[in-house]
């Protein structure tokens, strides 16, 4: 199993900055993808960014410019750094990262965080 752990969340004024992580622990083979998805009050989740083990990056228009996805493959950790933040950006933030286990390293499997709440108000 693959268990994660999200942090830094939070309540900040618009235009401030917020940093999550997610840090992946567990029968992990390798990590292939991580990203950081979004649900707002009443809509949909969404995606924000994507980065892959490459390092390639992937940016939803809504954060373009204004977020920041990485990664750190030796703590199998993502972040999202979140700057110029907007009361729009208030949601439940989820990463996700796309996993080979040591048990079935042929496969790819897809894990969830819990969920931290950005909260963008003044």
């Known amino acids: 199993q693959v268990q994660l752990v999200e942090s830094g969340g939070g309540l900040m004024q618009p235009g401030g900055s917020l940093r999550l992580s997610c840090a992946a622990s567990g029968s992990i083979f390798r990590i292939d993808a991580m990203g950081w998805y979004r649900q707002g009050p009443g809509k949909q989740r969404e995606l924000v960014a994507t980065?892959?083990?490459?390092?390639?990056?992937n940016y939803a228009d809504s954060g373009q410019g204004r977020f920041t996805i990485s990664r750190d493959n030796a703590k199998n950790t993502v972040y999202l750094q979140m700057d110029s933040l907007r009361p729009e950006d208030t949601a439940v933030y989820y990463c996700?990262?796309?996993?080979?286990?040591?048990?079935?390293?042929?496969?790819?499997?897809?894990?969830w965080g819990q969920g931290t709440q950005v909260t963008v108000s003044s």
């Open positions: 996700q990262v796309r996993v080979r286990t040591v048990t079935a390293p042929s496969l790819l499997r897809d894990y």
């Open positions: 980065i892959t083990s490459g390092g390639q990056t």
